[in-house]
C-alpha cells in the first residue's frame, strides 16, 4: 500500500531521489509530517480550500459519505466510505483524493528504476520511507533487492521501531539507513510518540554492529528534545554505540497541518515549534564535543 512516489527529493539520502512513501506506522507521534502515512489502508482525503460547495459528491456517492445535519452543515461519515472512488472522479475542483494505493513491488522498483539516469549522475538513489517501511517489511526488502539489482542506491528511512529480524533483513537489502530517532528518554518518548522506545534503543545499537552505511537523523523540536537533559541523554547513547555513527539535525516544520484537516485527524502538536538555526547549531556544537559528527539540515519530515 504506497501513498506516492515523489522525485527530485534532495533530503532523503545523497544525490538527487526518488523517495517511495509507504503506508502503515505502529507510532503516531504528536508532530508527525505525514499522518496519511499512519494507517495501513486507504483513506479519504477532502480539502476544504479547494472544495465549492457544489453536491456532487453528496449526489454521487453510493454509501451516504456526504450528508448535512440538521443546521444544514455539511458532515462527512469517512467509516462509511469503501474508497470507490466515484467522488473522486465527480468532484470537479479537485478536492478529494483517496490516499492509498496498491503496488506490486515489481510495478514499484520499475517505476522508480526509470530515473537511473538522474541517479547516477547525482549519486543519488531511492529511499523508502513512510510512515514505517518496517510496517510492510517483506514488501519493502522486495522492492530494495529490485532495485538494488537494477543498479540503484537504495536508503530506507526507517524510525526502528520493529523487530530486530525485520531490520536486520532490510538493512542487508539497503546501501544506506537513515535512522529517525526520536527521544532516548522513556517517558517523553511515550508521551510524544504513543511508543516505547527500548526496541528502538536496542535495535540502533545492533545496527552499529552490522556492516551497513547508518546516518542517525534527529528532528529538534521546542519542548519535546531540544533541551539540556534530553540533548545529553541523547549525545551520550549515541557516544556509547558501538561505532561512531554521523547525525544529521532537523527542524521540525509546520507545513502538514493541512494533512491533518484534510483527512479530519486533530493535530496533536500545533504548540510545537522547531528551534532556530542558531540554536541548532549550537546543539550540533555540542555534540560534536561529545565526539558525535553532527550536520545541520534545513527541515525535516518526521
Same mark, same amino acid.
Given at each position: 500500500m504506497v501513498v506516492r512516489i515523489?522525485?527530485?527529493s534532495v533530503h532523503d539520502g545523497p544525490g538527487i531521489r526518488s523517495t517511495l512513501f509507504l503506508?502503515?506506522?505502529p507510532m503516531r507521534c504528536r508532530y508527525c509530517h505525514n499522518p496519511e502515512t499512519w494507517h495501513a489502508g486507504p483513506q479519504l482525503a477532502i480539502s476544504a480550500r479547494l472544495c465549492k460547495g457544489l453536491g456532487h459528491c453528496r449526489e454521487i456517492c453510493p454509501r451516504g459519505v456526504f450528508g448535512t445535519?440538521?443546521?444544514g452543515a455539511r458532515t462527512i461519515d469517512r467509516d462509511r466510505c469503501d474508497f470507490c472512488g466515484a467522488c473522486v472522479t465527480a468532484c470537479r475542483a479537485g478536492a478529494? !483524493?483517496?490516499v492509498g494505493t496498491?503496488?506490486?513491488?515489481e510495478d514499484c522498483a520499475e517505476k522508480l528504476a526509470r530515473d537511473l539516469v538522474f541517479f547516477r549522475r547525482s549519486g543519488g538513489g531511492v529511499t523508502l520511507s513512510g510512515g514505517e517501511?518496517?510496517?510492510q517489511a517483506g514488501f519493502s526488502c522486495r522492492v530494495a533487492a529490485l532495485l538494488r539489482q537494477a543498479g540503484v542506491h537504495v536508503a530506507v528511512e526507517t524510525a526502528g521501531c520493529a523487530s530486530w529480524e525485520a531490520l536486520?533483513?532490510?538493512a542487508t537489502q539497503s546501501d544506506l539507513v537513515l535512522f529517525d530517532l526520536k527521544h532516548v528518554l522513556p517517558e517523553a518518548h511515550r508521551t510524544w510518540t504513543h511508543a516505547g522506545n527500548a526496541q528502538i534503543l536496542e535495535n540502533l545499537a545492533r545496527l552499529a554492529h552490522m556492516d551497513v552505511e547508518v546516518t542517525v537523523r534527529l528532528t529538534l523540536a521546542e519542548g519535546f528534545n531540544t +533541551? +539540556? !537533559?534530553s540533548l545529553e541523554a541523547i549525545g551520550r547513547f549515541l557516544a556509547a554505540l558501538a561505532r561512531p555513527l554521523p547525525v544529521e539535525l532537523l527542524t521540525l516544520h509546520g507545513f502538514a497541518e493541512h494533512k491533518y484537516e484534510r483527512l479530519g485527524i486533530p493535530h496533536g502538536a500545533a504548540e510545537l515549534v522547531g528551534p532556530s538555526r542558531q540554536m541548532v547549531g549550537a546543539m550540533a556544537r555540542r555534540l560534536a564535543a561529545m565526539g558525535i559528527e553532527a550536520k545541520v539540515l534545513a527541515d525535516g519530515q518526521a
Open positions: 515523489q522525485r527530485l503506508k502503515g506506522c445535519n440538521p443546521t478529494i !483524493e483517496i496498491r503496488m506490486s513491488p517501511p518496517l510496517f536486520r533483513r532490510l +533541551d +539540556d !537533559e
